[in-house]
């Protein structure tokens, strides 16, 4: 972790991402600029983070680790996402990792100086809730009884890096509670017919439209 220690970059942060309307206070006052390079960890599970971070751009992992040393993947954020809002922000320890995929960078903002402001701040805890719903209504939209193609177009579209879709094909399975056999075989399909194109870092997604349409569930993969 490298800290930017520059106040025009963070003003020229928040103003090009927009994000002085989600605090009814200085959030140039309060952020500092954090980069973070691929597979470093952000926050710890089991311990209180110090800062809550608005992650800018790149992507993390969010991951747990269960009683049996095993390892349980739960979200994968791209930018302008907030992470922390439901532990670190209330001095709770986190209940997973979150780690670097790719190079990141954040506004963070300091729990010990400013927690108490921000647990204050109506119009911050009114977007931390619009964020939480959209969460959990992005989990809840699709459930184990519908087909593994729907729930993986709409995860794809989800977590999605404008057209690429780079996450590992093991770490997709887990997180769709499906076969690594059943998914490759409804990876294929998707490029058969040319939804899907394998590239050097995972996949290129050719066809937005169809990959929307298949995620309402308002075509298959067996309708070419």
Not at 132 to 155: D, G, N, Q, V
């Amino acid at each position: 972790m490298r800290q930017i220690h520059d106040p025009a970059q963070v003003r020229r942060a928040i103003e090009a991402y927009g994000l002085e309307t989600l605090f009814s206070q200085d959030l140039a006052a309060m952020g500092e600029l954090y980069q973070f390079e691929k597979k470093e960890y952000l926050m710890y599970q089991g311990a209180v983070a110090a800062r809550l971070y608005l992650l800018l751009s790149g992507s993390v992992k969010v991951f747990q680790y269960t009683v049996s040393g095993k390892t349980h993947c739960q979200q994968y954020f791209n930018s302008l996402e907030i992470l922390g809002e439901t532990d670190a922000l209330w001095g709770i320890p986190c209940v997973g990792n979150v780690v670097a995929l790719t190079d990141c960078l954040c506004l963070g903002i300091s729990l010990e100086r400013y927690g108490a402001a921000l647990r204050s701040d109506l119009t911050f805890l009114r977007h931390v809730a619009q964020v939480l719903a959209r969460r959990l209504a992005a989990k809840s939209e699709h459930t184990l009884l519908e087909p593994l193609e729907l729930r993986l177009a709409a995860f794809m579209l989800r977590v999605r890096r404008g057209d690429r879709f780079e996450l590992s094909m093991q770490e997709t399975a887990k997180m769709l509670d499906s076969s690594y056999r059943h998914l490759q075989r409804v990876i294929y399909a998707m490029c058969r017919l040319h939804l899907l194109a394998k590239t050097d870092y995972g996949y290129q997604i050719l066809n937005v439209e169809a990959l929307e349409a298949l995620a309402r569930g308002q075509w298959t993969l067996g309708k070419s």
